[in-house]
């Protein structure tokens, strides 16, 4: 079954590769007319009397940010937390030939030593001949941890105190129309790693001997293959995403341990009105499979529950609480709009992980769902606002966002 399970899940990209179906066709083949849509932007001109232009040319804007000051629960759960969002999307070509670029910026503090500086970006440069994508983070995160696979039960936990910084930097070059392929680099350096009661030996508790106390550094090279329809990252319009990341972390390049791991991601979007292009109705799908190909690859380092590069998977799951060498991940979306204008809409969403570690990889599945209500706070840039709820099996959460989970 586990084979089965896997040669199923790697052909997906292929099956993505070979469609050719309107599913695919990138909206931005035409300038969406966001005449008649509605968002915050205009609420607040009407709301203090802004008379805006006679006439607005939307195709003509390149540049647009989205501010997002909230409280809310701190990515990983521990309470409540400020959270500050700013999102920039630009074009650096013309709109017909080149996708929306995008930087978000998300400081936040939980008030209880919980705080990070994350910058996430995806760049493409005109005409979309490179793709060029980064993701810097400082982080103090002490972080509750149940141990390898799924045998821990929720109370049986103990907190991870550690700092944390990430350096990840790729270019993709395009090879044909949407596939892409390049290297990276990637950093991950945990260090200050102990357990918040001292009484508690985390190898022990964890049953996992690497990377646990001190130190741990991890320095590799990645190699991408991607394969991307969309022309929004921020809020995807129907279309297909594959991307497959294998990472090799040699001594040399200064890492702990000498490790490798392969990442492969999988969506897909489908409009259940095509023929209406300014409102949402859309199913969306999305999996991936994250393993460890070697041993020694430092506990923090090992796939977990919502440590996906956007940290946007498993909603309903307190973050970290499934960590395993191996995890697989699915998840599906329904995306409506409330209102006509596209101001209001709503979303229903339902996920699905397991994980090895306890020997139940496959046997034993973490299922959570939720809702969420959207409110358009950009539509050149088509972000909106997320305040997603989502609940499992002894936790829930409500969640922030600007711009879609995925």
Not at 34 to 49: E, G, P, S, V, Y
Request: glycine share 10%; no cysteine; hydrophobic share 35%.
């Amino acid at each position: 079954m586990f084979r089965s399970l896997l040669v199923v899940l790697f052909m997906l990209p292929a099956a993505l590769l070979a469609q050719n179906g309107p599913n695919t066709i990138p909206q931005n083949s035409t300038v969406k007319d966001t005449a008649r849509q509605t968002d915050l932007i205009d609420i607040a001109k009407d709301l203090f009397n802004i008379k805006p232009q006679k006439i607005r040319e939307e195709r003509d804007k390149k540049i647009y940010f989205s501010i997002l000051p909230v409280s809310g629960s701190a990515p990983g759960g521990s309470g409540r937390a400020l959270i500050t969002s700013t999102t920039a999307g630009i074009y650096l070509g013309p709109r017909k030939t080149t996708n929306l670029s995008s930087a978000t910026f998300a400081p936040y503090w939980n008030f209880k030593g919980r705080f990070g500086l994350p910058l996430r970006s995806s760049i493409w440069l005109p005409d979309n001949t490179w793709n060029i994508q980064g993701d810097i983070r400082f982080m103090v995160y002490p972080q509750y941890t149940w141990g390898l696979g799924s045998s821990h039960a929720y109370e049986d936990r103990t907190l991870v105190d550690y700092k944390y910084i990430r350096f990840y930097q790729s270019a993709l070059k395009r090879i044909k129309p949407y596939l892409f392929a390049g290297m990276g680099y990637s950093l991950d350096y945990h260090f200050n790693i102990k357990s918040d009661n001292p009484e508690v030996d985390l190898k022990s508790f964890t049953g996992y001997e690497y990377g646990l106390e001190g130190n741990s550094f991890s320095s590799g090279l990645t190699f991408n293959l991607l394969y991307d329809t969309r022309n929004n990252s921020i809020n995807p319009l129907p279309g297909s995403y594959a991307n497959l990341s294998y990472r090799v972390n040699p001594s040399f390049l200064g890492s702990n341990n000498s490790w490798q791991s392969v990442y492969l991601d999988v969506r897909k979007y489908i409009p259940l009105n095509p023929e209406n292009r300014n409102q949402q109705n859309t199913m969306a799908f999305w999996s991936y499979y994250w393993t460890a190909l070697t041993n020694k690859v430092p506990y923090l380092d090992l796939p977990g529950i919502g440590w996906d590069p956007y940290n946007r998977s498993g909603r309903g799951i307190e973050q970290n609480r499934y960590r395993g060498k191996s995890l697989l991940y699915f998840e599906s979306e329904y995306r409506r709009d409330i209102t006509r204008n596209g101001l209001l809409g709503f979303v229903v969403f339902a996920n699905v992980n397991t994980v090895s570690g306890s020997g139940t990889f496959l046997s034993s599945w973490h299922p959570a769902g939720g809702t969420g209500l959207r409110i358009k706070f950009n539509k050149g840039s088509n972000t909106n606002i997320g305040i997603d709820y989502g609940l499992s099996k002894g936790y829930s959460s409500v969640m922030f966002s600007l711009g879609e989970a995925f």
